[in-house]
Every structure is written in C-alpha cells, then in structure tokens.
C-alpha cells in the first residue's frame, strides 16, 4: 500500500484514525492496521513478518541480564543468525546463484538450476529493526518486552515498516507502553504529511518521467547534457521520493504519540562526503555506525584499520541497497572518498570557499547516482565517461534535453533544486527579518503558512487522482 495512493488517503488512514481516536486499545488498533497495512501488499509473506517479530521477542527473552553470559551471547548469536539467513535468502540468493553460474559457464560446468524468491516488501528495514532490537537487549540499553505484541508493533508498525526511519526500540518503548496526543501533536504530525505528500507527488513523481526515459535509452544515443540533466533529475527525484516518504512517516506517527528520528537534514548543502553522509538516510547511516563500524574497531586502531572498516561498511551499506553490482560499486566509491577525506582532502576543503565545497560534493553524489540508478554496469560507466571524461562531446546535444523536460518537469526540477539547496530557508529569512526588524509580521506568515498547507493538500489531491501513482524508490529496499 502506497502513502501516496487513493486507497491509503481516503480509506485506510480515515478509519484507522477513527478507530484510533475512539477505541481504547491503541496498542491493538495500530497493530491490526499494521499487519493490514503489510498484507494489502503481501499477502503471502505476513506470515514471515509476523515470525521474525516473534522470534526476536522469544529470543529477546533469553538474553536477560539475569541470564549467564553464555546463554545471553549463544541466545543473541542465534537471533542474529536467523535474521542474517532470512535477508540472505530472500534478498542475495538469486544474485549469488545468478554469479555462481556466471562462474561455472565460463569453466564449462553445468549451471545449477536455481529459481530466485520473490522479494519481500521493506525486508531490509524490518530486518535491521529486529536485529537492532536483540543487540540493544543485550547490550542493556533497553530492556525486553515481556508482552510479544509490544515486540511486533515496533518491528510491524506501518508508518516505518516498509522504508524506515530505522527506529531503536528504545526511543519508542516508553511511547508503546503509554503515550498520549493533543491537538497540537495531530496537527504537526498533518502538516509533515502533507509536506511530505507534496514531494513525492509533485516533484518526485513528475521527474519520474524524464529519468525514466533517460536511464532506459540505447547504447551509444546518450550526450552528456542528457546525461547530466538525468543524473540531476534523479538527485532530485531520489532526495524528494525518499525524504517525502520519512516525512509521511513521521508525520503519522507523531499524530498517534510516537517521535521518530530524523532522517535527512538537507543533504545537498553538505560540505563534504562526511557531511552527506550525516544528512543522508541518517537512520541508516547510524545503524552501521553503531552495529558495523564501531564493533569492527572503528577509528581505534590505526588509520589502515579505519580505511579497511570504513571499505566494509560502505561495501555492505551498498549492498545493502540492493543484490546488484552497481549498488555494491555505489557503496564503495562512497567510502573511497570518505577515506580521500581522511587522507587530507577534507582539510582542504574546510578552507575552501563554500561554492568550491558544494560543487565537490554535487559532483562526486552526480557521479554516484549514476551508478546507483544504472540498469547495469555497462550503462554506469558509459554515463559516467559522458559527464567525466568527454569534454568534446559536450558541444553537442543541449537541444535534446528540451525534448526530455515538459514544462511540469522543468518546474518540478527547478523547485526541488531550489529547495535541495536551501532556497526556503534563505527565503524565509529574508522576508522574515532584516537589522533585527520584523518585516512581515509572525502572525501574518502563520495565517500564510496555513493558507499554503491547504493548496498543497488540495493540490495533491488532484494529482492524486488524475495520475497513476509510482510506488516509492526505497520499497525495493
């Protein structure tokens, strides 16, 4: 079930809201249309869902602080084993398979026969959310849950099931045992939603068109204008997509009393691959922080030590993504830079002018997404020897972007670079204060802000229903 969809906005959120404002067991409530939420999607693999819940809540169990050490580590080894296998199997066999007799063909062996599963939706989240839930239990940053539905409304509930944020329980566990909302509460949580709901409708599902079309072009018909206005697009689409998704989620959820984290902080202002990565899917990015590179020695054993852990995570961060090798060659020119960085380049960009930093790090993301949108590697390297190494070639081609960007896609464009750079806050500022002087008064910009709430909600709505819906980036995930 999509955020965007008609089904979600006009039948499953009304009744769920309802149900939840005037029935008593909250709790019940939000789990039932959770696994609701989830079947409407997968009706085949709510079964998988609901037993991995259960199985980190009986293992969760086990890992007691009472318990001996032996237990509690041999009680957290299997959780995280079983977890680990179900990702592998659903999500890498194919790809390993797919590999294995690329392999065996070139030997001259005979192919192993090897149907791959069907993908289930959002099994990277909800996996990372239970295995962050027995690592935390046994590490005593929270404790159990003694009641198995507490355990499977945190990995299940559906604002985050399908594409995060990544949650810890302990930053919901007080909030699912007893939490209350306001009027103030359901009216920020509306406005987040609604902000939300605009990017993805108007800008990310606008600019799906034109990427589409660039990124499935012949061979050999691509110039590096068309190159770089997709890669720019995608960058746009990518941002707006992703982040309008968080902030549906997060909307939700703080209008029935939870607060999820952050997930992006205007990643496109960054000064640097560091920088974009602590702006970028921040939820993640703290997951392997905390669970990879931290227990793997971190930066605490030598600068060698830290280049090879920093070159796993970002290895496993890209696989992560997706069972492909542009996503695995995405992941690790991420991390060469951050080890670039390290080396001295980020001291010199600390002393660069600002336009120099955000042109690095506009150029080194450009040149990522490329890789990560590529239907194969051959697709990847050719786009990225178009925009890096043909310089000749970029006196040709400018008429043929035209032909690729509708007036709806170029407005789209221009509003979510406007916005990716911080355009609305610079704005704001500017109209709201000058030498210390109001000049459009406060009360003025809220009856504004509401005024530009309820367009954008009417707005979205239309598009809504005038247009088929694109299901969100990160559900393959």
């Known amino acids: 079930m999509i955020f965007s969809s008609a089904f979600f906005l006009f039948a499953f959120l009304p009744i769920v809201a309802i149900a939840y404002a005037c029935l008593p067991w909250k709790n019940t409530v939000l789990l039932i249309a959770s696994l609701f939420f989830y079947a409407w999607g997968e009706p085949f693999y709510i079964a998988l869902l609901v037993l991995v819940c259960l199985l980190n809540w009986y293992l969760g169990l086990h890992i007691l602080p009472t318990r001996s050490a032996r237990r509690r580590k041999a009680a957290l080894t299997t959780a995280v084993a079983l977890n680990v296998v179900v990702l592998l199997y659903f999500k890498y066999a194919g790809f390993v398979m797919e590999n294995l007799n690329e392999v065996l063909a070139e030997l001259g062996l005979r192919r192993i026969a090897f149907t791959p599963p069907k993908l289930p939706l959002g099994i990277s989240f909800f996996i990372f959310q239970a295995i962050t839930y027995v690592v935390d239990v046994y590490r005593r940053d929270t404790a159990p849950a003694r009641n198995p539905a507490r355990v499977t409304l945190y990995i299940a509930m559906f604002p985050q099931l399908v594409a995060g944020p990544i949650v810890r329980y302990r930053e919901v566990a007080m909030a699912i045992r007893k939490r209350s909302t306001s009027f103030r509460r359901v009216a920020s949580g509306a406005e987040l939603f609604v902000i939300g709901l605009g990017k993805k409708v108007l800008v990310a599902d606008t600019l799906a068109g034109p990427v589409d079309s660039i990124f499935s072009m012949p061979e050999g018909t691509l110039t590096p204008p068309l190159a770089l206005f997709g890669a720019v697009c995608f960058a746009v689409q990518i941002l707006f997509d992703f982040s309008g998704y968080t902030d549906m ?118 040149i990522g997404w490329v890789w990560f ?105």
């Open 373 to 477: 949108r590529a239907e194969s590697l051959m697709q990847g390297w050719d786009m990225s020897a178009l925009l890096l190494f043909r310089p000749a070639e970029w006196t040709r081609g400018w008429s043929e972007v035209l032909r690729y960007a509708a007036g709806d896609d170029l407005a789209a464009l221009g509003a979510g670079l406007f916005i990716s750079v911080g355009g609305w806050h610079a704005l704001r500022s500017a109209l709201g204060r000058r030498e210390g002087h109001t000049i459009v008064p406060e009360p003025a910009f809220g009856w504004a802000r509401s005024a530009a709430l309820a367009t954008l909600s009417l707005v979205c709505i239309a598009a809504v229903t005038s247009q088929t819906q694109q299901a969100f980036i990160y559900f393959r995930f």
């Open 249 to 366: 989620a997060i909307g939700i959820a703080r209008a029935v009393g939870f607060d999820f984290p952050e997930n992006f902080n205007e990643p496109y202002r960054a000064s640097s691959i560091q920088d974009f990565w602590r702006r970028w899917h921040m939820t993640l990015s703290r997951w392997f922080r905390d669970y990879c590179y931290i227990p793997l020695g971190g930066n605490r054993k030598g600068p060698v030590r830290t280049y090879v852990n920093l070159i796993t995570v970002f290895f496993l961060t890209g696989l992560w993504h997706g069972a492909s090798w542009n996503f695995i060659i995405w992941g690790l020119y991420h991390g060469c830079f951050l080890i670039i960085e390290r080396l001295g380049l980020k001291s010199l960009l600390d002393r660069a002018p600002r336009p120099v930093q955000l042109l690095y790090v506009w150029v080194v993301v450009l």
